[in-house]
């Protein structure tokens, strides 16, 4: 068990460009999640996979956010046309889901840290 | 929409003394989960309460989930330097996966 993985740790962009990040979830789990947390916040949830289909996505999430999870393992959040409001931090968290118990612990990243000048 | 509020948002102790964090939900939860972050770090899994009037202990620390299922506590006693970080409570409304945290409560643990 490796852990749920994040590229990169740390990302600096200018104001308008693209991002893309990548979470590599723990092998098994079927659940992926996207979420964002500044200073002081708890993190906020943006949208969740379970296998490849997204089942839900914040309403506070613009469209210039996008997120794929195309194989039901890896995924990418990308961030288009980048604002100063998106600096955060975002994570990734996984879980295992099964009939009997749909609700189980989320296992989270280290994050990316996005800072936009 | 739902929305989880804690208090108190900051808390120093000296290591020692008790301390706690109460968690409210605007909406009835179907469970509540507890996670710590430390500094620098990400959001680990603590706990999960899902019964109305639960009560489950981890060594010092011990969680509840109310009658109503619309609030909970953390509540550490004796704390030590080990315990600083922040705690946050995050609580799903249905069997949704979404989980919707509240802000946390940051501990310091003076020694």
């Known amino acids: 068990d490796t852990g749920v993985s994040q590229d990169p740790r740390h990302k600096i962009t200018k104001r308008g460009q693209n991002v893309t990040f990548r979470c590599d979830p723990i092998?098994?789990?079927?659940?992926l999640y996207w979420y964002r947390q500044t200073l002081g916040q708890g993190p906020e949830f943006l949208t969740y996979?379970?296998?490849?289909?997204?089942?839900?996505k914040s309403r506070l999430l613009s469209d210039r956010f996008s997120a794929e999870r195309p194989k039901g393992s890896f995924s990418t959040l990308e961030i288009q046309r980048t604002e100063q409001g998106d600096s955060a931090m975002y994570l990734c968290a996984s879980s295992l889901a099964t009939p009997g118990v749909p609700n189980q612990p989320q296992h989270f990243g280290d994050g990316t840290r996005l800072s936009i000048l | 929409g739902q929305q989880v509020m804690q208090i108190p948002q900051y808390q120093h102790v000296q290591e020692g003394e008790d301390f706690t964090t109460y968690c409210n939900s605007s909406?009835?939860?179907?469970?509540i989960q507890w996670y710590k972050q430390r500094p620098g770090g990400h959001p680990v899994f603590l706990i999960q309460l899902v019964k109305s009037g639960e009560v489950k202990k981890q060594k010092r620390l011990t969680f509840q989930f109310g009658e109503a299922k619309k609030n909970s506590s953390l509540h550490i006693t004796a704390t030590q330097t080990t315990d600083v970080g922040t705690y946050f409570c995050?609580?799903?409304?249905?069997?949704?996966?979404?989980?919707?945290f509240g802000q946390g409560t940051t501990l310091q643990v003076k020694p």
């Open positions: 909406t009835t939860l179907s469970n």
């Open positions: 996979f379970q296998n490849e289909a997204q089942l839900e």
């Open positions: 995050a609580g799903r409304s249905s069997n949704t996966g979404k989980l919707i």
């Open positions: 092998s098994e789990h079927n659940r």
